[in-house]
């Protein structure tokens, strides 16, 4: 992987990791990612980061991955629907997401 600068990791007290790095996004991502952050911030009544919007749907999908029964797959949001944001990006695997975000990264996609 080229890194331009160096990946900086974190151990937190909560048992959780942070780490720092730079995803280049197509406009239309980071705008529905600012949507995820609107319908946060008027669910829990204060701002709320872009980088707290993405945390917060890597957390949601972690978890409703891990709530599904094996070989279930989600069902497709209907085309439309009112409140699509990043959650009506296609559904798949996170080890697939993160080899073809590194390729794009990479330049080899």
């Known amino acids: 992987m ?3 600068m160096p990946t ?3 151990a937190l007290p909560d048992g959780e990791a942070e780490l720092t790095l730079v995803v280049r996004l197509p406009w239309e991502d980071v ?10 911030a008027s669910q829990m009544q204060r701002p709320v ?4 919007a993405v ?6 999908a972690r978890a ?4 599904k029964p094996a070989g279930e797959s989600a069902p497709a949001p209907a085309a439309g629907a009112a409140g699509a944001s990043v959650a ?3 559904s798949r695997p996170p080890a697939e997401q993160a080899r073809q975000a590194i390729e794009r990264i990479n330049g080899t996609a």
């Open 88 to 90: 009506s990006l296609p």
């Open 31 to 40: 705008a529905r990612l600012g949507q995820e952050a609107g319908r946060l």
């Open 8 to 10: 900086a990791m974190h």
């Open 49 to 52: 980061t872009l980088d707290e």
């Open 2 to 4: 080229n890194d331009r």
């Open 55 to 60: 945390s917060h749907r890597l957390r949601s």
């Open 64 to 67: 409703a991955a891990h709530a």
